[in-house]
Nanobody
């Protein structure tokens, strides 16, 4: 069973930066698409950034495009960490951030971000951006 653990969430001022990390245990995730999902207060969860197995294809929601960067550590022995670099943060970026791995082969990162079904999910890390 794959377990995903997010870290790096914090309270930050608008315009600031944070880097979130998502580390998997129980199995390597180097052959899974992985994504970051955000749930703002009172809103549905949305996929904001997803990356394919190789790290060569990424999908970004329009709300974060140009400010957030997703990457994965495919050079390490474990290949089990995915990052979300968040720059120029805005108050509307506030929410709980989850990472999730898609175990189904062949799907695009955009598909995983748009319609995540099943998969392996973490418990989330809170990001709060003050104005």
């Amino acid at each position: 069973q794959v377990q995903m653990v997010e870290s790096g969430g914090a309270l930050v001022q608008a315009g600031g930066s944070l880097r979130l990390s998502c580390t998997a245990s129980g199995s390597n995730i180097d052959h899974y698409n992985v994504g970051w999902f955000r749930q703002a207060p009172g809103k549905e969860r949305e996929g904001i950034a997803c990356i394919d197995q190789s790290g060569g294809r990424m999908f970004y929601d329009d709300s974060v495009k140009g400010r957030f960067t997703i990457s994965r550590d495919n050079n390490s022995h474990t290949k089990n960490t995915v990052y979300l670099q968040m720059n120029s943060l805005k108050p509307e970026d506030t929410g709980m951030y989850y990472c999730a791995a898609d175990p189904l082969p062949g799907a695009s990162p955009g598909s995983w971000c748009g319609a995540p079904e099943g998969g392996y999910w973490g418990q989330g890390t809170q990001v709060t951006v003050s104005s």
